[in-house]
């Protein structure tokens, strides 16, 4: 069974930074994309960020330039580097492994 367990959250300045981990459990890890996605409140969930198998990234326009994912497939883990943080970023943030196995997600929030 696949486990996935974000960590990292919290209250940040606009302009600051945080990052994200998600470790996994029960996977050979390392065959899967990975990827973040978010849910801002009264709003529906959204793609962040996804890494393939061979380190291909893709972003949603909104991060690209601020964000970057990564992954280390020796640990199990994704990670997601959030810099220039902005209100808008405020959301729940979740891990999303290949096989459709979603985390329970990390608390971001953006302000001052």
């Known amino acids: 069974q696949v486990q996935l367990v974000e960590s990292g959250g919290g209250l940040v300045q606009p302009g600051g930074s945080l990052r994200l981990s998600c470790a996994a459990s029960g996977i050979i890890f390392s065959i899967y994309n990975m990827g973040w996605y978010r849910q801002a409140p009264g709003k529906q969930r959204e793609l962040v960020a996804i890494?393939?198998?061979?380190?291909?990234?893709t972003y949603a326009d909104s991060v690209k330039g601020r964000f970057t994912i990564s992954r280390d497939n020796a640990k199990n883990s994704v990670y997601l580097q959030m810099n220039s943080l902005m209100p808008e970023d405020t959301a729940v943030y979740y891990c999303?492994?290949?096989?459709?196995?979603w985390g329970q997600g990390t608390q971001v929030t953006v302000s001052s």
């Open positions: 890494i393939t198998t061979d380190y291909m990234t």
């Open positions: 999303k492994h290949g096989s459709g196995s």
